[in-house]
């Protein structure tokens, strides 16, 4: 069992930063791939990004491409660093765990956290 719990979220002015962090409990955190979804009102569920096993290789979307980095520490920690924010970024972010190897684009991970709200004011 795993189980995410997110932090970090808040409100930003555009062009401002924002850092997430996802704090992962289990013991096999080595085993899984983790990656960020986000979900703005109305919409479905966007991949963001997505960092593999060793953290040795990442994946973006477009839309946050050069602006958000995602990364793990060895202390089951996983973050995102967002900067230069804009308005379309505003959305509820959730951290996810995905069993084996980086799928890439995937959204259908194995555990999700309860999700951390961002809001990006013009």
């Known amino acids: 069992q795993v189980q995410l719990v997110e932090s970090g979220g808040g409100l930003v002015q555009a062009g401002g930063s924002l850092r997430l962090s996802c704090a992962v409990s289990?013991?096999?955190?080595?085993?899984?791939?983790m990656g960020w979804v986000r979900q703005a009102p109305g919409k479905e569920r966007e991949f963001v990004a997505a960092?593999?096993?060793?953290?040795?290789?990442t994946y973006y979307a477009d839309s946050v491409k050069g602006r958000f980095t995602i990364s793990r520490d060895n202390a089951k920690n996983v973050y995102l660093q967002m900067n230069s924010l804009k308005p379309e970024d505003t959305a509820v972010y959730y951290c996810?765990?995905?069993?084996?190897?980086?799928?890439?684009?995937?959204?259908?991970?194995?555990?999700w956290g309860q999700g951390t709200q961002v809001t990006v004011s013009s």
């Open positions: 996810a765990a995905d069993y084996g190897a980086l799928r890439i684009g995937a959204i259908d991970y194995d555990y």
């Open positions: 960092i593999n096993r060793s953290g040795g290789r």
């Open positions: 289990g013991r096999t955190f080595s085993s899984y791939s």
